[in-house]
């Protein structure tokens, strides 16, 4: 400012806008001791200031206190201010915070002040850590209504609840909800019912759906991979492509529990059968297999899939066409043993796989 020909330089007196005398005597004297008094109180303002001004000793000692003091009341203004300034890592790891530990965050007053693409925004992202969807509901009843004037968002929003992840016990709390949106003034029996259309949407009516229904992460759950079926019309037996998890257990005759299976998703082509699943780091790996029937239909292609993103990633191939095999996971590393080479012929190699170095030995 005073060094590079701007007008400051040429002035007598210089206005600095926007600054408090006693916040700038503290940053002021930061630069000559290293040391600044921080608060939920005076962070963002000193921060801000330090930003504008360019005081290199003072805006590291702000963004770690933000880091190091996140918590389920301070993480939106922190998201919200890191922002406004382009710091990107200090706003992913607010955000990453938010994602984690959403239950917390959900009934804080700040939450409730959201705007409205920002809710949409969180309760739909795929990373959302939440004991049970049910946890996404109330979040969502409670931030509609704060507001009334929000009720006009109110199928948008709800259409970011994964109803089919419910169990049915869940349901019937949702259908206890005699909450309802208002058009045009009415109420009552006027109103248009809130969730109807998301129920219809995501096709909660029918266990076994083949509308691909997001899983949010983390979630430990039961994944069937592929495989074959028998075609009831043909009565033939065909490989597939597709992933299903177990989102329930009902009770069923007795002792016997009825699974509730909903579509996570395909795998690339081809489809496999008689293949090694592994999970490692939350994602799944897939080896090798089969594709078909025939004795030359073995294979050695691998794939990853990252749940969270629903990106698959093509690995390095085995060292030889393998089916049929046991598939360990140790220190990091999957061991593949034994097989089939065709199906005439076994195997009695291990091979070895780093998902590091994606190498096989």
């Known amino acids: 400012m005073f060094c590079s020909g701007m007008?400051?330089?040429?002035?007598?007196?210089?206005?600095?806008?926007?600054?408090?005398?006693?916040?700038?005597?503290e940053l002021l004297s930061c630069c000559y001791t290293g040391q600044l008094c921080l608060g939920w109180d005076s962070v963002?303002?000193?921060?801000?200031?330090a930003l504008q001004l360019q005081l290199r000793p003072a805006l590291p000692l702000c963004l770690h206190f933000l880091r190091s003091h996140l918590d389920a009341r301070s993480c939106l203004d922190v998201a919200a201010f890191a922002e406004a300034y382009g710091i990107?890592?200090?706003?992913?790891?607010?955000?990453?915070?938010?994602?984690?530990?959403?239950?917390?965050?959900?009934?804080?007053p700040k939450f409730l002040d959201l705007p409205v693409d920002r809710v949409l925004a969180v309760l739909g992202s795929d990373?959302?850590?939440?004991?049970?969807?049910?946890?996404?509901?109330?979040?969502?009843?409670?931030?509609?209504?704060a507001d009334p004037a929000r009720l006009a968002r109110a199928a948008e929003v709800m259409a970011a609840v994964r109803f089919p992840l419910m169990t049915f016990r869940e349901f019937r709390e949702v259908r206890a909800v005699e909450l309802q949106i208002e058009v045009g003034g009415a109420s009552g029996s006027e109103g248009v019912e809130l969730y109807g259309a998301s129920f219809s949407r995501f096709g909660f009516a029918s266990s076994d759906s083949r509308?691909?229904?997001?899983?949010?992460?983390?979630?430990?759950?039961?994944?069937?991979v592929g495989g074959d079926w028998l075609d009831p019309d043909s009565g033939q037996r065909r490989p597939s492509?597709?992933?299903?998890?177990?989102?329930?257990?009902?009770?069923?005759?007795?002792?016997?529990k009825d699974v509730e299976?909903?579509?996570?998703?395909?795998?690339p082509d081809p489809p496999r059968f008689r293949h090694g699943l592994g999970v490692l780091g939350g994602q799944l790996y897939v080896f090798g297999g089969c594709h078909f029937y025939a004795k030359s239909d073995t294979l050695?292609?691998?794939?990853?899939?990252?749940?969270?993103?629903?990106?698959?990633?093509?690995?390095?191939?085995?060292?030889?066409?393998r089916s049929n095999f046991s598939l360990v996971e140790r220190e990091g590393r999957f061991y593949a043993i034994g097989g089939d080479r065709d199906i005439n012929n076994n195997m009695d190699s291990v091979a070895c796989y780093c998902p590091n170095t994606d190498c096989w030995r």
């Open 88 to 108: 990107h890592d200090l706003q992913e790891e607010a955000d990453d915070f938010l994602l984690s530990r959403f239950q917390e965050v959900a009934v804080t």
């Open 261 to 267: 299976w909903r579509l996570l998703g395909e795998m």
């Open 300 to 321: 050695k292609s691998a794939y990853r899939y990252n749940p969270v993103q629903d990106r698959w990633q093509r690995l390095a191939d085995m060292q030889e066409n």
């Open 7 to 25: 007008r400051e330089s040429r002035q007598d007196q210089v206005e600095l806008r926007a600054l408090e005398g006693a916040g700038f005597g």
């Open 127 to 145: 990373a959302l850590c939440t004991p049970s969807e049910l946890t996404v509901f109330r979040a969502a009843v409670a931030w509609l209504q």
């Open 241 to 256: 492509r597709q992933l299903w998890f177990a989102h329930a257990l009902r009770n069923h005759i007795g002792l016997v």
């Open 211 to 224: 509308e691909v229904c997001r899983v949010r992460c983390p979630r430990q759950t039961l994944v069937l």
């Open 44 to 49: 963002f303002e000193k921060a801000s200031t």
